[in-house]
T-cell receptor, first 111, second 114 residues
Framework: SQTIHQWPATLVQPVGSPLSLECTVEGTSNPNLYWYRQAAGRGLQLLFYSVGIGQISSEVPQNLSASRPQDRQFILSSKKLLLSDSGFYLC??????????FGSGTRLTVV | AQSVTQPDIHITVSEGASLELRCNYSYGATPYLFWYVQSPGQGLQLLLKYFSGDTLVQGIKGFEAEFKRSQSSFNLRKPSVHWSDAAEYFCAVAASGGSYIPTFGRGTSLIVHP
């Protein structure tokens, strides 16, 4: 069966520090991969999605970036975190249809 | 582009009572529709989905949803709520002829009183 792993579960980082969140999928090949951010009291905002290695689409311009170095690995990064980057980050994978499977999320607090 | 509205931010029900969470969408053709549930501090779990066919969809945990094209709605229902159903519920719509990337509603928080 397919599983998705996301880490770390929680992270506290100072303003201006770098960020790297990792997501990996097991049990499937060539998945579509996604990064979402969920701010308190709000819905899910799609940040990036990828349909293949090295293929990244950005939905929201900001100081975050994403990379897909391997088929089942998706990384969310920042060179310098802002206070506004605080939130709950969710990785997800899907086939073209069939709904998404989400990771357990990373709670990021920028202080 | 598609959009989805969940008009209720919070819903409070008593344990054992019936539940209906509202979801309205905007899309020019027949959409793909989803309901997800999120427990505090956790990721989202798919409850059910509609792609085509029977407009009444059965999901996990005793939930069902009905697609009503005339009302552009996909409301989630459960006949008897359990305390463990307290969570955030998200409706999502995806374009059936596009990239299939869902757009999520802002969510409805379900509170269950004993």
């Amino acid at each position: 069966s397919q599983t998705i792993h996301q880490w770390p579960a929680t992270l506290v980082q100072p303003v201006g520090s770098p960020l790297s969140l990792e997501c990996t999928v097991e049990g499937t090949s060539n998945p579509n991969l996604y990064w979402y951010r969920q701010a308190a009291g709000r819905g899910l905002q799609l940040l990036f999605y990828s349909v293949g290695i090295g293929q990244i689409s950005s939905e929201v311009p900001q100081n975050l970036s994403a990379s897909r170095p391997q088929d089942r690995q998706f990384i969310l990064s920042s060179k310098k975190l802002l206070l506004s980057d605080s939130g709950f980050y969710l990785c997800a994978w899907s086939r073209q249809t069939g709904g998404y499977t989400f990771g357990s999320g990373t709670r990021l607090t920028v202080v | 582009a598609q959009s989805v509205t969940q008009p209720d931010i919070h819903i409070t029900v008593s344990e054992g009572a019936s539940l209906e969470l509202r979801c309205n969408y905007s899309y020019g053709a027949t959409p793909y529709l989803f309901w997800y549930v999120q427990s505090p501090g956790q990721g989202l779990q798919l409850l059910l989905k509609y792609f085509s066919g029977d407009t009444l969809v059965q999901g996990i945990k005793g939930f069902e949803a009905e697609f009503k094209r005339s009302q552009s709605s996909f409301n989630l229902r459960k006949p008897s709520v359990h305390w463990s159903d307290a969570a955030e519920y998200f409706c999502a719509v995806a374009a059936s002829g596009g990239s299939y990337i869902p757009t999520f509603g802002r969510g409805t928080s379900l509170i269950v009183h004993p």
